[in-house]
């Protein structure tokens, strides 16, 4: 074929998501906060919820999340992502409300907000990226950290007499009578993107069908708070992260 | 048809009046003394009437950031607490006002500082008007002195929160919030359609259509140039709030020799004062600010030629006393009496100490 032929609509295989806008992305080289935000696009759009979808955006490195996806946003306050979209569902039960939160947004300073949304069963989607390390503040300790993981606020490596234990917050919303859908995915291979969108898309359906809070954890790469390069990232993701937070379905009543 | 006119606490009030005002929503976490306010509401489930959303939060931060979120989508949201619950408050307070959402908060003030005492103060004066979060914003700030006012003031608060997009707080206390007196109560009014507030308030994150631009809220800039701008834009906000929406209540005070400055309970106190000094012959007038954000200044200034000395009574250790004295540019003496701790004084107390500052 020739490039004419190529480019004939009817040959197309893949675009650009259409809620996807044109600014460019101030996320890093083999970050996976790309890949979900597009997977986020996609599913939106599939499900024909661009006009009803209010995303909430947290502090950390998505913060812009709104700069890249074509829908209302609101951007909360640290941590308190989970209560900002409690309001706007139950203000509006007919839209599709989402959080997108970090490690540290999600985990540590908005702990009690995580858990209260999850536990009344709030009918919304909490999108989880868990990277293990604070991006946007230049590196710091996550509460999802590994042991003898070396950040900017842990250089020796996190030890737990000073810092405590990697916290499996996923596990512990598995507890809660409120949450439909927990799940782990990741986005590093072309498989385990298209499972995270099916399980996303499954999150998403919950929502709307009122079945409670669904938590989608990506287990996530951070090159640049790492000091790899994407590829050593995904590997030392495979070889480091997945044995302490496994993939796959930690609950689901949907 | 007769007037209804019903005898309940201040915070009863509240409750009421914000179902009948057609707010849309209410967060909230116990604490004493303004839990009335959340018992009230959850008691008449308005969510069966008026679609109300009533929910109790898991503490003051999620309360508020829920109002952030329902604000955010052009409803008419409100929270309440007590002084410690305002402090914690005050981190959304400030990105509230940063992303310029509408919405009222009531603090219904007892003693601290820390966990102080339930019993009433006006110690927060400062956290309310001078700031209290962070960064260079204002919030609108009614102090009502009657139980009737807590009721009229919820709509007063609503409207001048959507009409500037700014946060406005109703800063009573726990004598206002506890104490019974009879009120009528505003007409039920209907709760905004999704049509009308997708209308009215243009900004609001209702879900994107086709033809718009994302509505984005957010108090985030990065670009220091930008975040100039928006400051100066809240900014001129602020100077077309204090020259429009200044509201003050002058008792006895045309032919008044001496002034006592009030707001909120300790008005109430000082109404009595005046009564009191006129009795003995002493020119004694009121006046208290309703308005305590944007301060009644200019009107206040008019006294710095008339009067020969100025009490302001607060129950704080003088608060409101630095605003007084800048508006009469010290001219006049002014002096301040005030009980802390949640003492509440009588006003024969506050009498005796108007004398022996001012008559001798």
Same mark, same amino acid.
């Given at each position: 074929?020739?490039?004419?032929?190529?480019?004939?609509?009817?040959?197309?295989?893949?675009?650009?998501?259409?809620?996807?806008?044109?600014?460019?992305?101030?996320?890093?080289?083999?970050?996976?906060?790309?890949?979900?935000?597009?997977?986020?696009?996609?599913? #939106?759009?599939?499900?024909? +919820?661009?006009?009803?979808?209010?995303?909430?955006?947290?502090? /950390?490195?998505?913060?812009?999340?709104?700069?890249?996806?074509? #829908?209302?946003?609101?951007?909360?306050?640290?941590?308190?992502?989970?209560?900002?979209?409690?309001?706007?569902?139950?203000?509006?039960?007919?839209?599709?409300?989402?959080?997108?939160?970090?490690?540290?947004?999600?985990?540590?300073?908005?702990?009690?907000?995580?858990?209260?949304?999850?536990?009344?069963?709030?009918?919304?989607?909490?999108?989880?990226?868990?990277?293990? #390390?604070?991006?946007?503040?230049?590196?710091?300790?996550?509460?999802?950290?590994?042991?003898?993981?070396?950040?900017?606020?842990?250089?020796?490596?996190?030890?737990?007499?000073?810092?405590?234990?990697?916290?499996?917050?996923?596990?512990?919303?598995?507890? +809660?009578?409120?949450?439909?859908?927990?799940?782990?995915?990741?986005?590093?291979?072309?498989?385990?993107?298209?499972?995270?969108?099916?399980?996303?898309?499954?999150?998403?359906?919950?929502?709307?069908?009122?079945?409670?809070?669904?938590?989608?954890?990506?287990?996530?790469?951070?090159?640049?708070?790492?000091?790899?390069?994407?590829?050593?990232?995904?590997?030392?993701?495979?070889?480091?992260?997945?044995?302490?937070?496994?993939?796959?379905?930690?609950?689901?009543?949907? | 048809?007769?007037?209804?006119?019903?005898?309940?606490?201040?915070?009863?009030?509240?409750?009421?009046?914000?179902?009948?005002?057609?707010?849309?929503?209410?967060?909230?976490?116990?604490?004493?003394?303004?839990?009335?306010?959340?018992?009230?509401?959850?008691?008449?489930?308005?969510?069966?009437?008026?679609?109300?959303?009533?929910?109790?939060?898991?503490?003051?931060?999620?309360?508020?950031?829920?109002?952030?979120?329902?604000?955010?989508?052009?409803?008419?949201?409100?929270?309440?607490?007590?002084?410690?619950?305002?402090?914690?408050?005050?981190?959304?307070?400030?990105?509230?006002?940063?992303?310029?959402?509408?919405?009222?908060?009531?603090?219904?003030?007892?003693?601290?500082?820390?966990?102080?005492?339930?019993?009433?103060?006006?110690?927060?004066?400062?956290?309310?008007?001078?700031?209290?979060?962070? /960064?260079?914003?204002?919030?609108?700030?009614?102090?009502?002195?009657?139980?009737?006012?807590?009721?009229?003031?919820?709509?007063?608060?609503?409207?001048?929160?959507?009409?500037?997009?700014?946060?406005?707080?109703?800063?009573?206390?726990?004598?206002?919030?506890?104490?019974?007196?009879?009120?009528?109560?505003?007409?039920?009014?209907?709760?905004?359609?999704?049509?009308?507030?997708?209308?009215?308030?243009?900004?609001?994150?209702?879900?994107?259509?086709?033809?718009?631009?994302?509505?984005?809220?957010?108090?985030?800039?990065?670009?220091?140039?930008?975040?100039?701008?928006?400051?100066?834009?809240?900014?001129?906000?602020?100077?077309?709030?204090?020259?429009?929406?200044?509201?003050?209540?002058?008792?006895?005070?045309?032919?008044?020799?001496?002034?006592?400055?009030?707001?909120?309970?300790?008005?109430?106190?000082?109404?009595?004062?005046?009564?009191?000094?006129?009795?003995?012959?002493?020119?004694? /007038?009121?006046?208290?600010?309703?308005?305590?954000?944007?301060?009644?200044?200019?009107?206040?200034?008019?006294?710095?030629?008339?009067?020969?000395?100025?009490?302001?009574?607060?129950?704080?250790?003088?608060?409101?006393?630095?605003?007084?004295?800048?508006?009469?540019?010290?001219?006049?003496?002014?002096?301040?009496?005030?009980?802390?701790?949640?003492?509440?004084?009588?006003?024969?107390?506050?009498?005796?100490?108007?004398?022996?500052?001012?008559?001798?």
């Amino acid at each position: 074929m020739d490039t004419k032929e190529i480019i004939k609509p009817e040959n197309l295989v893949y675009q650009k998501p259409r809620l996807m806008n044109d600014n460019p992305m101030h996320y890093c080289p083999g970050c996976s906060h790309g890949v979900v935000h597009k997977i986020v696009a996609e599913v #939106i759009d599939e499900m024909g +919820l661009s006009e009803k979808t209010i995303g909430v955006a947290p502090v /950390g490195c998505a913060v812009f999340a709104y700069n890249y996806l074509d #829908i209302d946003w609101i951007e909360a306050a640290h941590g308190r992502a989970p209560a900002v979209a409690t309001a706007a569902k139950r203000l509006n039960p007919d839209k599709m409300v989402f959080t997108y939160q970090g490690d540290g947004d999600l985990a540590a300073i908005g702990t009690a907000e995580t858990i209260h949304a999850c536990n009344r069963g709030e009918n919304i989607v909490i999108v989880f990226i868990n990277n293990a #390390i604070y991006g946007m503040t230049g590196g710091q300790m996550a509460p999802t950290t590994l042991l003898d993981m070396k950040t900017a606020t842990c250089p020796y490596g996190r030890n737990v007499a000073l810092n405590g234990y990697p916290l499996k917050i996923s596990d512990l919303l598995v507890q +809660l009578e409120g949450t439909c859908l927990i799940t782990r995915e990741t986005v590093h291979t072309a498989a385990a993107i298209r499972k995270a969108k099916k399980m996303l898309r499954k999150a998403f359906e919950n929502a709307m069908n009122k079945k409670g809070t669904s938590v989608i954890e990506f287990v996530s790469t951070c090159s640049s708070g790492w000091k790899m390069t994407p590829d050593q990232s995904n590997k030392w993701m495979v070889e480091n992260m997945l044995p302490m937070y496994p993939l796959g379905v930690l609950k689901d009543k949907s | 048809m007769p007037e209804e006119i019903k005898l309940m606490k201040g915070n009863e009030a509240i409750a009421y009046a914000a179902i009948r005002y057609g707010a849309d929503g209410y967060f909230g976490y116990p604490i004493t003394p303004q839990s009335e306010i959340m018992e009230t509401l959850m008691d008449e489930m308005p969510w069966e009437t008026t679609g109300m959303v009533v929910l109790q939060a898991e503490s003051e931060v999620a309360a508020i950031n829920m109002v952030y979120g329902g604000a955010a989508c052009g409803k008419a949201v409100m929270t309440s607490s007590s002084s410690p619950g305002i402090s914690l408050k005050l981190e959304g307070i400030s990105y509230m006002a940063g992303a310029e959402l509408p919405g009222l908060i009531v603090n219904v003030m007892r003693g601290g500082p820390g966990l102080g005492t339930i019993q009433p103060s006006q110690a927060d004066y400062f956290q309310t008007v001078k700031g209290g979060g962070h /960064g260079d914003y204002r919030l609108i700030t009614l102090a009502p002195a009657s139980v009737q006012e807590m009721a009229d003031h919820v709509a007063l608060a609503f409207d001048l929160s959507f009409k500037y997009r700014n946060p406005a707080m109703i800063l009573s206390d726990g004598v206002i919030g506890q104490m019974m007196e009879k009120v009528k109560l505003p007409e039920q009014r209907a709760r905004r359609t999704e049509d009308q507030v997708r209308q009215e308030q243009t900004w609001a994150t209702l879900g994107k259509p086709d033809n718009r631009k994302p509505n984005i809220i957010t108090s985030l800039e990065l670009d220091s140039s930008v975040m100039e701008k928006n400051n100066q834009r809240f900014q001129a906000k602020y100077k077309l709030i204090e020259e429009n929406e200044v509201i003050y209540e002058e008792i006895n005070c045309e032919d008044a020799e001496y002034l006592i400055v009030a707001f909120g309970s300790a008005a109430r106190i000082s109404q009595k004062v005046v009564d009191l000094a006129r009795a003995e012959g002493i020119k004694v /007038g009121l006046f208290r600010p309703v308005t305590l954000w944007p301060f009644p200044s200019k009107r206040l200034n008019t006294y710095k030629d008339k009067v020969k000395g100025i009490l302001t009574m607060e129950l704080n250790a003088g608060q409101m006393i630095e605003d007084v004295k800048l508006a009469v540019e010290c001219n006049v003496p002014v002096e301040h009496y005030g009980r802390l701790g949640g003492i509440v004084p009588s006003p024969t107390e506050v009498f005796e100490a108007f004398k022996s500052t001012f008559i001798k």
